[in-house]
């Protein structure tokens, strides 16, 4: 079963998506099953939140749609964050109705969801057909970046003075484009990359996965870790999509047969569908290999009096520790939210979440070896 072996070498497994082989090999390479929840109201708060964490964590998981001011300004800068810091991005859309709407509810209005995120979710309760809509509406999507990509790079993102507030040291303006202002406060030269992309789904990403496994092991040092990311490259064009097939709010409705019934549509959609929302994993059949992600996700405060984990919200929502859901559970990905967003130093906290949820993997499946 996949959940008793390394993630390097679940990338490894035949007939694997090739974001999910990307995704197995970051995490393997950043030592990170970490996910944070970035449930924030503002492009300069997302945006502060990305440089915060992004060293510690596999996925940075966002609500595009309670962000006041959501623009090509916030996809932009998400965009280059999420390069520079090697982290996927994954919009927590909750799809749920008939195939047209969710077609245009992931590729239009002012989200254009499909154009940036490399995961996004789904209900299946209107039925499997969510599936195929959305993976069509994801391919006519990437399609249109194949035929014509015109990328404006710049070498930073917007800075982020002292005091919390914004500085104007950049200009994130229409779709792909940075423009970088001078010392003098003048918009500098854009520099454009016009680029043809072979998309290729069958691709796997570049990083030797002996590189991959040694790094997991702790094996070197920042400087081998570094190389084995930079040898990774970008991520793979290509979409990907969860189910959510359980939640963990008290009383959610979701049974254990709709969880079988998600099982089920995944198994018969490995093109599209990477794995799950779940509180468990799913893998019980002999191929499955799919990536459960949890959240609901404490550890005990370390500010202020508080000495153990939280339990709930007051709102429904129930807390686990990742030693539960990660060691006993078999879950592979820990999503966290305000556990790291209301700590003083939210850089500290990821890495503490960071070191929890990969002792537990490692308690779970044993030291990686090479």
């Not at 001011?69 to 991005?89: A, H, M, Q, V, Y």
Request: aromatic share 6%; net charge negative; charged share 25%.
């Amino acid at each position: 079963m996949s959940q008793t072996l390394h993630f390097s070498a679940r990338a490894d497994l035949p007939n694997n998506h090739p974001l999910r082989v990307y995704l197995y090999r970051l995490i393997s390479i950043k030592r990170s099953n970490l996910c944070v929840s970035a449930d924030v109201n503002s492009t300069t708060a997302l945006l502060r939140l990305a440089e915060e964490v992004g060293d510690y964590i596999c996925v940075l998981k966002t609500h595009a749609d309670i962000v006041d001011d959501f623009s090509d300004r916030t996809i932009n800068g998400l965009r280059e964050i999420s390069r520079r810091k090697k982290f996927l991005i994954f919009e927590d859309r909750k799809f749920g109705d008939i195939g047209s709407t969710v077609q245009a509810q992931y590729t239009r209005g002012p989200l254009r969801i499909a154009s940036w995120a490399h995961l996004t979710n789904a209900h299946i309760f209107p039925g499997p057909a969510i599936i195929t809509a959305l993976h069509s509406a994801a391919n006519s999507t990437l399609q249109s970046l194949v035929h014509n990509v015109s990328t404006e790079i710049t070498a930073g993102t917007p800075h982020i003075s002292s005091d919390g507030e914004e500085e104007d040291d950049y200009d994130f303006g229409g779709e792909d484009s940075i423009r970088p202002l001078s010392s003098s406060g003048r918009k500098g030269s854009v520099v454009t990359a016009t680029t043809t992309i072979s998309q290729t789904f069958e691709g796997t990403p570049r990083t030797p996965a002996s590189m991959a496994r040694a790094v997991s092991a702790g094996e070197g040092d920042d400087g081998d870790r570094a190389e084995a990311l930079d040898a990774l490259g970008e991520p793979p064009l290509a979409r990907g999509l969860l189910l959510l097939a359980e939640m963990s709010s008290e009383g959610n409705l979701m049974t254990a047969a709709y969880a079988q019934s998600c099982v089920d549509a995944a198994r018969a959609h490995p093109d599209f569908v990477l794995g799950f929302v779940a509180q468990r994993t799913l893998n019980e059949g002999r191929k499955d290999n799919f990536v459960s992600m949890t959240p609901g996700v404490s550890l005990p405060s370390t500010e202020g009096p508080a000495s153990s984990a939280r339990t709930g919200d007051g709102l429904g929502q129930q807390y686990r520790t990742p030693a539960k859901v990660v060691a006993e559970d078999g879950c592979d990905v820990v999503i966290v939210g305000r556990g790291i967003l209301g700590a003083r130093d939210r850089a500290r906290e990821a890495e503490r979440y960071r070191v929890a949820a990969w002792k537990a993997y490692e308690s779970r499946v044993g030291k990686v070896k090479r």
